[in-house]
């Protein structure tokens, strides 16, 4: 997938390094994570079609050596797992965001989040189901993340957030069951008020930022 133009002038304006012909998503997880970064966030998952995560450390986004961090929804979480489009096998976003749905509906009549959720509102056996694994596989990665980083804070961005009334339980279980006891002291899990807006906010915001502190305006 190529990206298109004014993605480039995000990244160029926002002086992220990211060579030619990488996958969208990069620049979704690296815009989610600005857009954490100034909510003073120190991870977020960022969920739409796949899943892409955003780490701040010590208040900076880290963008790896080469520009690439931030691609664990492509985590392994079920080693014989489904194939993923990455080459891989049981990628986290497979089981925990609106790829999920799209598998569960390939039996039955609804292929979107928002369908998902208008029949989880009928209480709809299987789309209650769906969401709530979604919550649960949310949860493992999630518990593996904050097993390595020890966040003070993690934040579920975009689309996903609008089902925080059937994943968040499943998921903060799942995130108590498998995260050490020491880093679940001061943790705090939010959902993101941005909701879907998060990552152009957060792209916004820095170039916006980079734009302002190279410009000097002298009166
Ligand atoms: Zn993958």
Request: glycine share 10%.
């Amino acid at each position: 997938m190529r990206l298109h133009p004014i993605h480039w002038i995000v990244l160029e304006e926002a002086n992220i390094p990211v060579r030619s012909n990488e996958p969208e998503q990069v620049i979704d997880s690296l815009c989610g994570a600005i857009s954490a970064l100034r909510s003073q966030a120190p991870a977020a998952p960022y969920g739409t079609i796949g899943i892409g995560t955003g780490t701040i450390i010590g208040g900076e986004l880290f963008k790896g050596a080469y520009g690439y961090s931030g691609e664990m929804g492509h985590m392994t979480i079920e080693a014989n797992g489904r194939k993923c489009s990455c080459g891989n096998r049981g990628c986290w976003e497979l089981y925990a965001s609106e790829k999920a749905i799209a598998e569960a509906g390939k039996n039955v009549a609804y292929h979107s989040l928002q369908e998902i959720m208008q029949a989880a509102e009928q209480d709809e056996p299987i789309a209650l189901h769906t969401l709530y694994q979604i919550g649960e596989y949310l949860g493992v990665g999630i518990a593996n993340i904050i097993n390595t980083f020890n966040p003070e804070l993690v934040i579920i961005g975009n689309k996903l957030t609008q089902a925080e009334r059937w994943i968040r339980k499943p998921l903060l279980r799942t995130v108590r069951q498998r995260t050490l006891q020491s880093h679940q002291h001061g943790l705090q899990i939010h959902f993101s008020s941005l909701q879907q807006h998060s990552t152009v906010l957060g792209a916004a915001n820095e170039v916006i930022q980079s734009f302002v502190e190279r410009t000097r305006v002298s009166v």
